[in-house]
């Protein structure tokens, strides 16, 4: 013992004579980021460290019995135990805060690597093994000081992140909103309060979970718009009472006054950018059913109408605005130069061979995409007979291609009539800041806005035009319109008139035959409510697939598509042109009806799958966005209106080809092509849609997606949240993008179809519809008309083009008198 004691007699004799002149010398500073040293040397940390290693070469008995001899002799000698020492020496006496020995051996105990092991054992010491009882320590008043440490250090950061995360009223606009991202919300968080971004992730993301989840990212915080997305997402009043009491989301008020702000921000935007880049316009009616819960004499329920609007706008640098002066002159030149039948012809026949690649291609397609045919597993299936043949206009894609639309503010006024279109133009004006004299002499003289509707819209506006032919200047003759019919309408009239032409009974093997036999309901007689469109179109794609694969087996003389997996692509290819020749073609209809006797089934069957191709043809190039293909199957539209007695459409075909044609400069023909007939809302390929789909879109939105006070809103309100949509609405695809909604997509799943497909096949494999049979004779009320071959019939369709040409025969003023009716306000 005495030897021991002498031993450290003689280390602390070394020590002192090791550093006699740097006990007194200035206390150390060290960076709190790095701990690196400024000081040329450190006595107390050197000292400590030098201990610490002699010490860690001896026994642990030997290190137990100098600590307890040290306890020992504070307390017998020096009346002091480690309690009182750590008090006083840790600024709790002004005396040892500036004693230099004090002050070097606190210095070197804050500082020493020691330090958080002795903090950590003090809060919960190692649990002796076996016993099963954990020593308590100091963890009580370790776990109230850190909590009051840990509150208010959040505090702090708090205020630091405060001027970060708040939005001013004056600064709500789409650019605003729509660039809040996540990552830079995450990195302002850890930069401005890593203290609690640690603390919120530490709690959502326990480090066993770090280690597992190699995909899932914990860093998500709720960004500034959320209120707003949970207004766009259709959450109920209620709803967001119950986010804002949670401190989820803004208040109720805060999000209606906030869409309000971004209508008006919207209206700027499209205030300026009509005056800078072309556009167009749309409009239709908005019809609702009010219905009120306590009847009164001015409360009843009832149905209504009004109008909503979209603006579209032409960013594309290339584009070139069309010319009012240079269309004017053309009209007039063109007018008095009406399309004949002959050229209608020539058009129908120039586009032939384009036409028939096409229906090759979708032969060959619907063979490919057969699960029977098993393509994945064909030898050739990369051979070049497969690909889509070049497009004839393709419109281009990309993230720049995308639309810019503005929606205007809904109106309370139905323009089913010409006085309720000429109102809506009207307050179009006024909306978009064209009502003014300066504003209306330029568009009237220079401007020339396409404008898309219904055929209803289309023929109002033609109507006003003519009305106010003899007008005293341009603006009043609306002569800075040009009205164009939209697709969507179209397709929908083209739909019917194949449900009239061949809905026939089951006996012919109609269209009722087949929704018959896959349970179709709804399908009885054409109507424009509903879901009668999307219905009657799957219905009349899946009934083309199952004729088609028929076809197939027919003109290949096998039993199943599987069988011609041995057949080489230049065999299959011949195969396609075999089953178009023969049994989808005008020639082959008039070779079956010069027969002596005729198969009336037979006929029927190669004269719809003659019909259904260019049905097929065309929803593919609207939805490919080959506007040239569309204006190949023009003509062969205009037959079939005429065929079927479509007289609206004949009339908007004739006007189209008549533009096209005659009566359209060069520039405005690429301009309507290029941007006035297709639009794309994503800029994605194989994603667009015609103009009156959009505004449809629209409508659905208007009355339904973002009203959150239900489909009986009032029309002030709707007028007030028309503007805001196209924002909420990319401010709801923006969060889901943030937070990463990758397993729900923005559309249902269409259930599978082959089930259909097959019993369509198979019945018509078991009827030999394909097959010649001459004791198959309808009844004259069971065979359906070919509107193809009557409408395109010389006499009919030049009596229809003389007819039309006829009507259009007006005589119109030039005058331009801008002082009748205006004021500079």
Known sequence: ??????????????????????????????????????????????????????????????????????????????????????FYISWNLPETTEDKVIQYARTALMWSDELPSI??????????????????????????????????????????????????????????????????????VQTHAPTMWSLCRSASYTPIQEMKNAKKNPDLVLPRMLGLYFKACGTSAKGLDTLHALGISISQKAIHDTVNAISCSAQQSLRKDILQYPYGGLHDNLNQQIRVYEQRLSNQSHFDSGTAATIFIIKDPSAVAPSNRAYQAQLEIGSSNPITFLTIVKLDHS??????????????????????????????????????PPPVFQLPTGPLTAITQYMLDTIHIDQSSYE??????????????????????????EKLVVWIGDQLTTSRIRGIKRYHRQDLNASERYEYLLEHPGWFHTQITEGHSFHNQYYGTSAALGLKHDFDLLKRKGLGAPSTQGNFHHNINEALTHIAEARFRDLWCVAGGVQTLNELQNRSPEELEALANQILDNYASTRALDKQRSLP???????????????????LDLDDAIKTGDVGRIRDLLPRLLFRFIGGGNSNYVTECLELLQGLEREWPEDLKQFILKYCWLANTTGRPGLFLPFDMLQEHNIRDIKHTFASMGPYATWDYIKRISASIPTQRRIKDHVEHEINHFFRGKSHTSPEKEEDVALLQSSYSMTKMHYYNPRRQLHATDKVEDYIAKGADFSTLKRTVNNWAEKRKIKKAKTEDWTFGYNEE
């Not at 013992?1 to 500073?29: G, H, K, W």
């Not at 040397?41 to 290190?63: C, V």
């Not at 009207?426 to 004299?437: A, H, I, V």
């Not at 009336?600 to 049905?615: K, T, V, W, Y």
Request: hydrophobic share 35%; proline share 5%; net charge negative.
């Open 1 to 86: 013992m005495s030897q021991t004691m002498n031993q450290d007699e003689d280390l602390d004799a070394d020590d002192n004579e090791r550093y006699p002149d740097e006990i007194e010398s200035e206390p150390f500073v060290y960076s709190d980021a790095t701990r690196t040293r400024t000081h040329s040397s450190l006595p107390a940390l050197d000292r400590t460290a030098a201990f610490r290693q002699f010490l860690d070469a001896q026994p642990p008995e030997d290190i137990a019995r100098r600590c307890r001899e040290a306890i020992r002799y504070m307390a017998d000698n020096l009346k002091l135990d480690i309690t009182l020492l750590l």
């Open 119 to 188: 903090i950590k054992n003090w809060h919960r010491p190692p649990r002796k093994h076996g016993v099963g009882v954990r020593t308590k320590a100091a963890s009580t008043a370790l776990e109230s000081w850190a909590e009051e440490i840990t509150k208010r250090k959040i505090n702090e950061e708090m205020r630091l992140l405060g001027p970060y995360m708040r939005l001013k009223p004056s600064e709500i606009s789409p650019e605003n909103l729509l660039s809040i991202t996540m990552a830079d919300t995450i990195q302002t």
């Open 351 to 388: 586009a032939s061979h384009r036409l028939r690649s096409q229906a090759i291609f979708r032969i060959l397609s619907i063979l490919k995409d057969a699960p029977p045919f098993g393509f994945n597993t064909y030898e050739h299936k990369d051979s070049e007979i497969f690909n889509r």
């Open 420 to 445: 309720g279109n000429e109102a809506c133009l009207g307050e179009w004006n006024r909306q978009t800041g064209q009502d003014s004299l300066e504003a209306q002499k330029k568009m009237g003289t």
């Open 597 to 615: 006797r005729q198969d009336d089934i037979l006929i029927q069957a190669i004269q719809f799958n003659r019909d259904i191709l260019p049905f």
